[in-house]
């Protein structure tokens, strides 16, 4: 039976069953936490057609717990904190829900049936509203000890001066983020808009345009080499909405990830583009409750609260 998918993002929320060719519902992310789950159901709802389906996974911005609630939030979605997501999705809808921070599912999917195939060790970046990062291990996930490990976008920067999202200076999501390059775009002088147009300038060849890409694309190159010291992984996936620039972001990221990475074997890991693209999210949760669902039909097998 059909599972759904669900991307809670700082902006908006995507949802798609995992049919073959099924589109994806998008709406905007409302303000509060009963306000968003109001509209997940609504989408969820939509997104079945009044079929059923057999479970919901979620890939939502902020840490998540091992009960599948929110244990921790930046203001890019005020208020976040603290709601009890699984529990909340699973009482109204009356099946399995898994919940996972949105870049590890991202990051799930990728490693499992994306561009992190075949490989045992990836790293996966993912930069948007803002950024963040996940470690699959043999097809696993870790989550580390309280669902917090591979946050990129909080690796402090030498160097940088912006705040971030979670109050603290010289981190790395102000400046590789989609609103950090906007950002940097503007006080080069350059009118305020949105990272698509900034990369159609920088395509048609403007400087500010191109330096502000890769500006973000250095940041981002910054953080992963920090990662990757610690990881020591075989591959660097890079997804997200910013993603979608490719060299003009993948380009500088590579050259100042070989040029910081301390160990000359760790030059060599290739950094690639994300196979999913901007819902590579829903897939990665599609295959957590794809997975929860194959565990619970497995004789003696754990299953969380979050989906009973």
Known sequence: ????????????????????????????TPRGAEAIIAAVLELVRDAAGGEPFAGVGV??????????????????????????????????????????NDVHAV???????????????????????????????????DAGS????????????????????????????????GPGMERT?????????????????ARAGDR???DAIASGGQALGRALSVAATIADPDVIVVGGGPASLGELLLGPARERFRAEVPSPPLRQVPIVPAAFGPHAAIHGAQVAIRGRLAMQLTPGSPSSAAAR
Not at 83 to 97: D, K
């Open 59 to 100: 890939g939502t911005a902020g840490t998540v717990d091992a009960t599948g609630a929110i244990a921790a939030a930046t203001d890019l979605i005020p208020g976040w904190s603290g709601t009890p997501l699984a529990a909340r999705l699973a009482e109204e809808l009356s099946v399995p829900v898994v919940v996972l």
């Open 1 to 28: 039976m059909r599972v759904v998918g669900v991307d809670i993002g700082g902006t908006k929320i995507a949802v798609s069953t995992d049919e073959p060719r099924a589109e994806a519902l998008i709406a905007p």
């Open 107 to 141: 990051a799930l999917g990728e490693a499992v049936s994306g561009a992190g195939r075949g490989f045992d060790r990836v790293l996966v970046a993912a930069t948007g509203t803002g950024l963040g990062g996940a470690f699959v291990r043999d097809g696993v996930l």
């Open 185 to 201: 775009f503007a006080e080069a002088g350059g009118s305020r808009m949105a990272l698509p147009a900034i990369g159609e300038l």
């Open 208 to 210: 500010r345009a191109i």
């Open 146 to 177: 309280h669902g917090a490990a591979g946050s990129l976008g909080h690796i402090p920067l030498p160097g940088l001066e912006r705040i971030c999202s979670c109050g603290l200076p010289a981190h790395a999501e102000p400046y590789a983020s």
